[in-house]
């Protein structure tokens, strides 16, 4: 039985970043990837000035930013294309020292992964289980190898192993929705190359986000009667109903995309305690939320920022705790926050949506920035 001080669940995104952030402090870390591969499921992401503030922390602001593209404008279309909503975000942007971005998800896992040292990185390794006692942790993996530490983090998402030995009655949440998302090339005259539009109609939302200089990354999101399971063929002839819907623009980038990626989405309730003794949660397994603000990977970027921060060998389970204490209030008011939003972006009444849509067309536009600028804000 091999020993090594921290053991990582998981080299997503939360996962690569967790043992950047912490081998850069000194720690021996080892991170462990059920898949051959580390990979990401999906297309773009966001990457909002706490993310890249995160990023700062562990020396890869840079080449992220370089391999994505600077959101300077948004807007907001309802589903017939029509603006009510307009912003300049390079004031905001000012204020924070740093832009938010749109990246494929692919490219930023593929640079997090990069600068993992191949010794601190098992891939082809599902871990199973672990035991914890007040000297230490041993995790199982699926071929039967034991491996020993002083710390276990589960960074493995949604479905976490290590989340479900801890509380093994924690449930998720359905949000009754259900997201399409894509990528394209091609669109830069209708769309812009530094500028998101969100779009909305009846009970769904839709967005588009530049991730490079001629390439964006779309996505539908709308509210469902089933879950995607039962659904089953269904979903799709629902997602080409919606479609045709669509603002025009918006309806023709869909039509001429690889093909998207559909999803179920899912939050659960916050709990304060992540972990126990030597083992503590971070990023999907702590705190998974739903995507409506643009939150779930940056505040997995936060929280290796702050674990590494946090982290002290000589008193390890005191240490996790003092961790976890820091993200639960800012990681709570998200996960609460983003399903508010989803609520009022996916409206299906007709006189609510057009109140909605008139306090977005009306209420000032420094306002409606600047009520959202709490995410951007880190204690580190």
Not at 13 to 34: K, P, T, W, Y
Not at 165 to 171: A, M, N
Not at 342 to 365: K, S
């Amino acid at each position: 039985m091999s020993k090594r001080d921290i053991l990582i669940s998981g080299a997503g995104i939360g996962g690569a970043s967790a043992a950047i952030a912490l081998r850069r402090r000194g720690h021996d870390v080892i991170v462990f990837e059920r898949s051959p591969q580390p990979r990401e499921v999906g297309a773009g992401i966001t990457l909002w000035p706490n993310a890249l503030a995160a990023l700062d922390r562990v020396g890869l602001a840079e080449p992220i930013r370089a391999a994505g593209r600077s959101i300077d404008f948004a807007e907001v279309r309802t589903e017939d294309g029509r603006r009510l909503f307009e912003a300049d975000l390079r004031p905001l942007w000012r204020r924070f020292l740093r832009p938010g971005i749109g990246i494929h998800r692919g490219e930023l896992l593929r640079i997090l992964v990069e600068a993992v040292p191949e010794e601190s990185l098992r891939t082809d390794s599902e871990v199973t289980g672990f035991d914890a006692t007040a000297e230490g942790v041993i995790i199982f993996l699926a071929s039967g190898e034991e491996i020993e530490g002083t710390a276990l983090v589960g960074a493995d998402g949604l479905h976490s192993t290590v989340r479900k030995q801890l509380h093994p009655d924690g449930l998720l949440r359905a949000s009754r929705s259900v997201a399409w998302r894509g990528v394209v090339s091609g669109f830069k005259d209708a769309f812009g190359s530094d500028r998101t539009c969100a779009v909305l109609g009846r009970g769904l939302q839709a967005g588009v986000v530049p991730i490079g200089s001629d390439r964006h990354y779309w996505f539908i999101c709308f509210t469902v009667s089933r879950s995607l399971e039962v659904l089953g063929d269904e979903a799709s002839a629902l997602f080409e109903e919606r479609v045709k819907a669509l603002w025009s623009p918006l309806r023709e980038m869909i039509a001429a995309s690889e093909p998207p990626h559909v999803a179920e989405l899912f939050d659960r309730e916050p709990i304060r305690s992540w972990g126990s003794g030597r083992v503590t949660l971070l990023g999907d397994a702590a705190h998974p939320t739903t995507p409506n603000l643009g939150q779930g990977a940056c505040q997995a970027l936060e929280d290796a920022v702050v674990l590494a921060e946090t982290y002290r060998p000589e008193d390890v389970a005191a240490s996790l705790r003092a961790y976890e204490s820091r993200r639960f209030a800012k990681t709570t008011r998200i996960v609460r926050e983003s399903r508010r939003m989803g609520r009022i972006l996916q409206l299906e009444n007709t006189l609510t949506r057009r109140l909605r849509d008139l306090a977005i067309r009306f209420l000032p536009t420094r306002w409606q920035t600047d009520r959202q600028s709490w995410m951007f804000e880190t204690d580190f």
